[in-house]
Structure formats: C-alpha cells, structure tokens
C-alpha cells in the first residue's frame, strides 16, 4: 500500500535528522530566554516578545529570505562564518535546521515561560535563603518544576520543525539528499 522509495526514505530521514538539531539547539536557548521573559523587567522587554513571535505572523517564504539575505554567503553574518569558520548555512541541510528551528522558536519559548511563570517565587526565594546561589536554585528548583512546559514546547517545535517548509524551501531549496525534506518531497 504505502511503497516508499529511497528518496522517500531519505526525505523522511532527513526530516527527522533537520527537526530534531534544530529542537536541540533551539531549547537551551528558548529556555535562557523564557527565563528572560518571565523573571526579568528591562528595557525593550516588549520588543524581544515581539521579535520572538515575528515568524508567527510573517510568511514564512519572507523568513526564509530574510535568512538569506543574513547567512547566505554573502549576508551579514553568513558572509563570515564562511570566510573564517568555514560553516555555510545556505542550500545546506544544516541551513535547514537553522531555518526550521527559528520557525519553530515562538511555539518552543511560550510554553517553556508560561511554565516558569508558573514556578512559585517562593520557592526559589527559599533555596536562596538556605544558600544557594542563582544558578544554582535555577538548576535545581525552576528548572524541575519547569519541565513540562519544557517538554511540552521541544514537542511543538519539533512538530513545527517537521512540517515547516516555506522558509526550508526558500532559504536553503530543495536539492534531493541534502535539503529535501518530508514538505518539500511532497
């Protein structure tokens, strides 16, 4: 019923390869900035939730090129990390992930700053009084008690991940076995 092809497999491989680098290296720093969003008052706070959210509500063809025009060889940024590290993102699989993982990067961070907003201050308030230092009540408090929302926003954004195709195609194509992925196949 269901024949799939090497390409097909590839595709599907790939796919899975591109969304779960893309969760990885996206939740670490979803997590720094939830924490961000929910713990601190500073200057500009409304534009960094509104940054966040810009993939959301741009086309996702204008967010592939907007990463074009920054890491491709001769973006901003893309121009030297390929003149003196070497790393091209661009018509790469690796540009696939950067690309899903920034679509995916508002349905990560809400869920993971709702669970810490949820964190009782109390809490951390107590592990402080007994000593120990900020990270440390981070680690050992928020964090445990964040883990859901954690989970619950790796699971979205790899979902995202998975699906995203209008910035994937835009920024890096859809070259058979090294960008194409499940979306672009199909």
Known sequence: MFELSPADWTAIFLSLKVATVATLVATPLGIAVAWLLARRNFWGKSALDALIYLPLVLPPVVTGYLLLLTFG????????????????????????????????????????????????????????????????VFLTVTLPLAL?????????????????FGATITFVSNIPGETQTISAAI
């Open 148 to 164: 859901p929302g954690i989970v619950a926003g790796m699971v979205l954004g790899f979902a995202k991940a998975i699906g995203e």
């Open 73 to 136: 060889r001769k973006g901003l940024v893309g121009g030297w990390l390929a003149d003196h590290m070497g790393i091209v993102f661009s018509f790469r699989w690796t540009g696939a992930a950067l690309a899903c993982g920034i679509m995916a990067f508002p349905l990560l961070v809400r869920p993971i700053r709702l669970s810490i907003e949820a964190v009782d201050r109390k809490l951390e308030a107590a592990a402080s009084t007994l000593g120990a230092a900020p990270w440390r």
